[in-house]
């Protein structure tokens, strides 16, 4: 981990807090968690007093957020310099329900009962060789608002899915010095707004797709436009035996045969779209991965992976299709 000039004794840096003795506190802190793969603070502390020193830190009113974003996230500015990154960012969910009695300010996770708060790294890879080269932001917010009948019609800016947007805003603070980047997060990030704010020069966008959108013109749907996609290419692929799970088929283990497809579209702003600066129409690439009907198991489904992206694919000899 980088650390500034101004600390050198300090292995662990959690974050600048105005106070040697916090940031001293809070590099054994770091320190004990890593070694000791533990949380709990009376394990942490070794015995009373170290217990209670941590407690004094965390509670204390200068050990701030931003302060711990930062110290976490400090270091990526330098390493992700002239590369070429993927900045990957989902939802962790953090459930404290075993320990709600005394907590206070948490909202709930997605059971909606259980106590909690919602966690989204953005974790920043090396595109070529896959080293892990540290946070480009970490955003964390807690879900105290039930669902509400105006919530469709809102500004995306009061929506949770612009939680999406604002990870990637701080992230890209963060990854200026980076020669390029690209933004890949999971099919709930497929959202119109996001689309349309990237890329610029050096930023793409790399999703799977989640929604089946309409397209620039006719009355042909995004979803089976790609199923139409000419077969640009195939490989095998050793597919694992999985138990379904959240909407998810079950999979028994054989060799599947994978035929891959891509083209441009077109798709059209949605009517909920509630980003006033956003376009009425955007060209984005696509690209259909789905097994062959001959390697599917009986009364199984074909393996599917839709995918849609800002970067540029070399022409496909297929017509594109516009749309949404």
């Given at each position: 981990?980088?650390?500034p000039?101004a ?5 662990y840096y959690?974050?600048?807090f105005g106070d040697?003795?916090?940031q001293k506190?809070?590099s ?15 394990r ?13 830190f965390?509670?204390n009113d200068a050990v701030?957020?931003?302060a711990?974003?930062?110290g ?6 330098d ?9 990957l ?7 404290d329900?075993?320990h709600?009695?005394?907590q ?5 996770v997605?059971?909606?009962s ?5 966690l989204?790294?953005?974790w ?5 060789d896959?080293v892990?080269l540290?946070?480009?932001?970490v955003?964390?917010?807690?879900r105290t608002?039930?669902a ?5 019609t ?7 899915s612009y939680?999406w947007?604002k990870a990637?805003?701080?992230?890209q603070?963060?990854?200026a010095a ?5 933004y890949?997060?999971d099919?709930?990030s497929d ?6 704010r ?9 999703l799977?797709?989640c929604r089946?959108?309409?397209?620039a ?12 996609l000419?077969?640009?290419?195939a490989y ?7 138990r379904?799970?959240k909407?998810?088929p ?9 035929h891959?497809g ?17 376009p009425e129409t955007l ?7 789905r097994?062959d ?20 694919i070399?022409?496909?000899?297929s ?6």
């Open positions: 981990m980088l650390i000039p600390l050198p004794n300090l292995d959690i974050g600048a040697a003795r916090l506190t809070g054994l802190l770091v320190e004990r968690i890593i070694t000791q793969q533990t949380i709990g603070l009376r942490l502390g070794a015995d009373r007093a170290g217990e209670v020193r941590f407690g004094r965390l509670n701030k957020l931003q711990l974003e930062d976490v996230c400090l270091g990526v500015m390493r992700v310099a002239a590369r070429s990154v993927l900045a960012q989902d939802t962790t969910e953090l459930n329900q075993a709600a009695r005394g206070r300010g948490f909202g709930t997605g059971n909606g259980d106590l909690g708060r919602f989204r790294p953005v920043v890879v090396d595109a070529e896959g892990c540290g946070l480009g932001s955003h964390q917010w807690n608002e039930s509400q009948p105006d919530y469709p809102r500004p995306i800016e009061e929506k949770e939680r947007i990637a805003q701080a992230a603070v963060r990854l980076a020669a390029h980047v690209t890949d997060s099919r709930d959202i119109y707004a996001l689309w349309s990237w890329p610029d020069a050096r930023t793409d966008v790399l799977r797709v089946d959108r309409g397209l013109t006719g009355t042909e749907r995004l979803l089976a436009a790609m199923d139409r000419p077969v640009a290419g095998a692929l050793d597919v694992p035996a999985t379904g799970a909407g998810h079950s999979r028994s283990a054989h060799r599947a045969l994978i891959v891509y083209g441009q579209v077109v798709i059209r702003r949605p009517r909920k779209c509630t980003d006033p600066h956003a060209s984005l690439q696509v690209i259909e991965v097994e009907a001959s390697t599917v198991p009986p009364g199984e489904a074909a393996v599917p992976w839709r995918l849609m992206t800002t970067h540029r070399p022409p496909n000899p017509p594109s299709w516009r749309g949404e």
